[in-house]
């Protein structure tokens, strides 16, 4: 999905807070694509993918409000409440659990407009970072990322006890920010 | 020195934060962490740093036709399009209107403070909007509404003027379509005289929001340019 798009992606949601449906079937139309495929790749299961996908357009059009004057990319916004809605599902939670709602708005609308240009003007990409780490870690914060796998379902994938797992991914995470930060 | 106790060290909070972005926490801890959140700023920008980082891996998801009859699905279950009526009655999207307004109520008595032309004795009986900034438009604006004089008050704080364009006011009430208050000049205050339909519907909670029009405003009373700025009115 281009970057150029953004700023029609973030209009469509801005006219979503203000309750337009034919803003809301125009952000369906070009997003649902990606979103499908962020519930079906976290979910395994195209009935579940299809009704996580319900879910999160509702969310999206209840929630339009909370996207403002971010500095987040509307995508990436997007996809976050996917992937949150699928991890939720995945993990058997309740659907709506209050710390998630939370940490949207947190990084929604933070007092830190400073921060957000730096963050979407200068975004390091990750996978220059992810490069430096041994590739089967890598991979570890890929699955974790993308799948949505546990620290359970990673150490049986990678054949290791689940708390060498935890001690591998945990060291990787810390070479990892130092390098995001540089 | 232990990985395992989350003692509370930096490391350990670096580390939980990452854990946290990447969906790895769960239950108590998870719930723990994003109460501290709340309270701790380094905390927060941490989260921050690893979403914005994190998010470069969504070109990964790979896109992926949604099924046929979703969107109708989803609009009959959103628009209650079988069963009108059925969209007013969803408690969780008022909640979430109300709770957004008491936000905003935060922002706008911050930026009353700082606006010196207001007179302080006057708040008790005033509606106020501040009218934020939409996607790096750099166009915000404060609106005052006496409901003693019948008049909107609406004051630019930042934003240039563009050329063969002007700024357009409207007010969303509800579910209703957004009316136009006319033409709103940046770099000056000006004073709107509000019609007895105007009156009627603005109240805390109807949303006051600005577009980008061709010059003169919208021709056909529906807005038509980008949203550049958004604010929900709310008492004072």
């Not at chain 2, 790895?24 to 723990?32: D, M, N, T």
């Not at chain 2, 959140?37 to 992926?64: C, I, N, Q, Y």
Request: glycine residues 8%; contains cysteine; aromatic residues 6%.
């Amino acid at each position: 999905m281009s970057s150029t798009m953004s700023p029609e992606i973030a209009d469509l949601i801005a006219r979503c807070a203000l309750r337009d449906r034919a803003a809301f079937r125009d952000l369906y139309t070009r997003t649902s694509a990606k979103l499908f495929g962020v519930t079906l790749r976290i979910l395994k299961d195209r009935s579940e993918a299809e009704e996580a996908l319900q879910e999160v357009y509702v969310k999206i059009w209840q929630r339009a409000d909370r996207y403002v004057a971010g500095g987040y990319s509307p995508i990436s916004w997007l996809v976050a409440v996917a992937r949150n809605h699928s991890l939720d599902v995945l993990r058997a939670r309740k659907p709506v659990s209050d710390d998630i709602d939370l940490v949207l708005d947190l990084a929604d609308g933070g007092p830190d407009p400073e921060q957000a240009t730096i963050d979407s003007s200068e975004r390091t990409r990750i996978d220059g970072c992810l490069d430096e780490l041994e590739s089967d870690k890598a991979d570890c914060v890929r699955g974790a990322y993308l799948d949505g796998f546990s620290y359970e379902e990673l150490a049986a994938r990678h054949s290791v006890p689940l708390n060498t797992m935890r001690t591998w991914l945990r060291r990787s995470l810390l070479k990892l920010r130092e390098c995001l930060k540089a | 020195m232990s990985t395992e106790g989350h003692s509370g060290g930096r490391e350990d909070d670096q580390v939980l934060v990452a854990e946290y972005a990447l969906g790895l926490l769960e239950g108590g801890e998870r719930a723990a962490l994003a109460r501290r959140m709340v309270s701790e700023p380094s905390l927060a920008s941490d989260l921050r740093l690893w979403r914005s980082r994190l998010a470069t891996l969504d070109d990964e998801f790979a896109e992926v036709a949604a099924p046929a009859g979703a969107l109708a699905r989803l609009e009959a279950r959103l628009f209650g399009v079988a069963a009108p009526g059925g969209w007013w009655n969803s408690l969780a999207l008022w909640r979430g209107l109300t709770a957004s307004a008491a936000a905003v109520a935060v922002i706008a008595v911050g930026v009353n403070l700082m606006q010196p032309r207001v007179d302080p004795n006057m708040l008790a009986t005033q509606l106020v909007a501040a009218i934020q900034s939409q996607e790096g438009s750099g166009v915000e604006f404060v609106a005052l509404y006496d409901q003693a004089s019948g008049e909107v008050r609406i004051t630019s704080l930042k934003g240039t003027p563009v050329a063969d364009k002007d700024f357009e006011l409207w007010y969303i009430k509800g579910d209703q379509p957004a009316v136009s208050m006319g033409v709103v000049p940046i770099d000056q205050r000006m004073e709107i005289p509000l019609d007895a339909a105007a009156k009627a519907n603005i109240e805390p909670g109807t949303v006051l929001a600005v577009t980008l029009e061709q010059k003169g405003g919208s021709p056909t009373g529906v807005a038509q340019g980008p949203i550049v700025a958004v604010g929900t009115v709310t008492p004072i």
